[in-house]
Nanobody, 121 residues
Framework: QVQLVESGGGLVQPGGSLRLSCAASGIIFSMYAMGWYRQAPGKQRELAAAITAGGSTNYADSVKGRFTISRDNDQNTVYLQMNSLKPEDTAVYYC???????????????WGQGTQVTVPS
């Protein structure tokens, strides 16, 4: 039973900070690239940040310089530190474990349930 459980969401004022956590179980966490997607009402889900199994990171232009993704393989947890929050950051944030296929081999992707982040205007 694979579980990705997000926590840390909430309501913060513009310019404030939040730290999201995603605790994984049921997978070999260290072998997965991990990411944080977000989805605002009426909008498509978009990838905000990702981190590879080796620790390389990638960010959407909209969050670059403000958000930091990190991982702790000993705790099977991925984090998203969000600073200088803006109203446009309001969304449900989803933890994601990237899958991979090679024909007959590979491993599936997984999604967390999501956590709400609200930054009022």
């Amino acid at each position: 039973q694979v579980q990705l459980v997000e926590s840390g969401g909430g309501l913060v004022q513009p310019g404030g900070s939040l730290r999201l956590s995603c605790a994984a179980s049921g997978i070999i966490f260290s072998m997965y690239a991990m990411g944080w997607y977000r989805q605002a009402p009426g909008k498509q889900r978009e990838l905000a940040a990702a981190i590879t199994a080796g620790g390389s990171t990638n960010y959407a232009d909209s969050v670059k310089g403000r958000f930091t993704i990190s991982r702790d393989n000993d705790q099977n947890t991925v984090y998203l530190q969000m600073n200088s929050l803006k109203p446009e950051d309001t969304a449900v944030y989803y933890c994601h474990a990237f899958g991979l296929t090679y024909g007959d081999s590979g491993y599936p992707a997984h999604w967390g349930q999501g956590t709400q982040v609200t930054v009022p205007s």
